[in-house]
């Protein structure tokens, strides 16, 4: 294949990506949360049990204080609930509430995140290697080597609510 040819194959990947994400984002809209705050909720959904904020990080493969910003909002707006443990008092477990559960069920079944991270999962070794090499010289090149990585549309903005009156 010409190298212009893959080069448009894989502009078309990449777009095929982004639009899946984007699409998620608009359901995340939908329901007056950020791409970021449905991926966690659903997260906390898929999980038959609480789960600390440490391994929520773990399982959306984000970092934990980016994890506990984002829960932090949904438990400030009745989504999740937040407990101590009654094993160790240091652990801090995350479930969803009534409330949070209702809003699952609103939205689409799968989140485009989450599938996107369950794909790079089944990458095989040798593939996941050769695409984290091939993606990190891809942001050099751009230039966005030092640019921050939060959770995919973890801005605060909500696109369905009007800006403040002046």
Same mark, same amino acid.
């Given at each position: 294949?010409?190298?212009?040819?893959?080069?448009?194959?894989?502009?078309?990947?990449?777009?095929?990506?982004?639009?899946?994400?984007?699409?998620?984002?608009?359901?995340?809209?939908?329901?007056?949360?950020?791409?970021?705050?449905?991926?966690?909720?659903?997260?906390?959904?898929?999980?038959?049990?609480?789960?600390?904020?440490? /391994?929520?990080?773990?399982?959306?493969?984000?970092?934990?204080?980016?994890?506990?910003?984002?829960?932090?909002?949904?438990?400030?707006?009745?989504?999740?609930?937040?407990?101590?443990?009654?094993?160790?008092?240091?652990?801090?477990?995350?479930?969803?509430?009534?409330?949070?559960?209702?809003?699952?069920?609103?939205?689409?079944?799968?989140?485009?995140?989450?599938?996107?991270?369950?794909?790079?999962?089944?990458?095989?070794?040798?593939?996941?290697?050769?695409?984290?090499?091939?993606?990190?010289?891809?942001?050099?090149?751009?230039? /966005?080597?030092?640019?921050?990585?939060?959770?995919?549309?973890?801005?605060? /903005?909500?696109?369905?609510?009007?800006?403040?009156?002046?």
């Amino acid at each position: 294949m010409p190298r212009a040819q893959r080069v448009n194959v894989m502009m078309d990947s990449f777009r095929r990506i982004v639009q899946a994400l984007r699409s998620s984002h608009r359901a995340a809209v939908n329901v007056d949360l950020t791409g970021a705050q449905l991926f966690v909720l659903t997260t906390l959904g898929a999980s038959d049990a609480v789960m600390s904020v440490n /391994e929520l990080a773990s399982v959306t493969r984000t970092d934990q204080s980016t994890v506990s910003v984002v829960a932090k909002r949904l438990i400030e707006r009745g989504l999740v609930r937040s407990q101590r443990s009654e094993s160790d008092s240091r652990r801090v477990e995350l479930a969803l509430t009534a409330r949070g559960r209702a809003v699952l069920r609103r939205t689409p079944a799968t989140v485009a995140q989450t599938r996107l991270a369950e794909a790079l999962a089944r990458l095989p070794a040798a593939d996941a290697r050769a695409l984290t090499r091939i993606l990190a010289r891809i942001v050099a090149d751009m230039g /966005e080597t030092e640019a921050p990585a939060p959770m995919l549309f973890s801005g605060n /903005e909500r696109a369905r609510k009007k800006p403040p009156r002046k």
